[in-house]
């Protein structure tokens, strides 16, 4: 397939045969972003031409690019075309932020959700512990970089978060990339290492605050904390990196937005 004077080869399986054809346009259009053909807040050619090159209809070409819309893979700009969605802040606040301020049922006032402030508590290269090891699918024993942050919002800690990430995927990162990295985590893996998070697993679970987590939030030794376990995903559903966030929810909820999948 030719799209913009670049060679895509079709990616078509025959398990995707047996899906619905805009559902292997779909899978067409991710593997041509994922592939690196179109980086973060790059344009796709027009739909004409990317029906053209697909061989299918603008019909289905369509419903396939308003899919990748709705899972935040592209980005729809009025007037100007259809963009690889980056990794921003407004991005992170909306899919992957969830800790906001009590909500006080006495007040209408709109709140806008505050962006946090991070501190680096921790980097260190070591080797990959069994459960690490299970939620990157990777050996015991591999090399994974381990970061320690705190979270604070309005200057008081709220979030204590450990991430495992595979050094083998992140090559040449660094304390000093990653610390000084211009934008989100997430944008730091997108734009350095094109590796775009699109959605994330997790499990919560109500946890008394280890020695390190109560230093981290400030808190006695044992208070109860909200404990979230995230397995971020890339295309294909691979893992991405693995964060466990010990939240403080005496002032604050963790807030997630549900609708029904279409």
Known sequence: MQVNNKTVPPQ???????????RQVK???????????????K????????ALALQVS???LRHAVDELV??????????????????NRARFMFQFFHVEPRWDPEDDTPQEQEFPEITCMAFARDNADALEARALRIKPGEAVFRIENKLALRGRPVVHDRLALSAMMFRNLT?????????????????????????????????????????????????????????????????VEYRISSINTQAHDYVSMLSKAS
Do not use: C, N, W
Not at 43 to 50: K, V
């Open 12 to 22: 078509t399986s025959p398990a995707d045969e047996s899906l619905p054809l805009y």
């Open 70 to 87: 709705h899972e935040h893979v592209l980005v729809r700009r009025q007037g100007k075309g259809t963009f690889v969605a980056p990794h």
């Open 43 to 50: 344009p796709l050619p027009s739909e004409a031409t990317l």
């Open 175 to 239: 304390e000093k990339r990653f610390i000084e990295r211009p934008g989100t985590v997430y944008a730091l893996y997108q734009t350095d290492f094109g590796i775009t998070v699109l959605r994330a697993q997790e499990r919560a679970r109500a946890v008394p605050a280890s020695k390190a987590v109560a230093r981290a939030l400030a808190l006695p030794v044992g208070t109860p904390v909200m404990e979230v376990h995230r397995l971020a995903l890339t295309f294909g559903d691979k893992p």
């Open 27 to 41: 899978r067409e259009l991710q593997k041509i972003i994922e592939d690196g053909h179109y980086g973060p807040g």
């Open 58 to 60: 603008i019909g289905t």
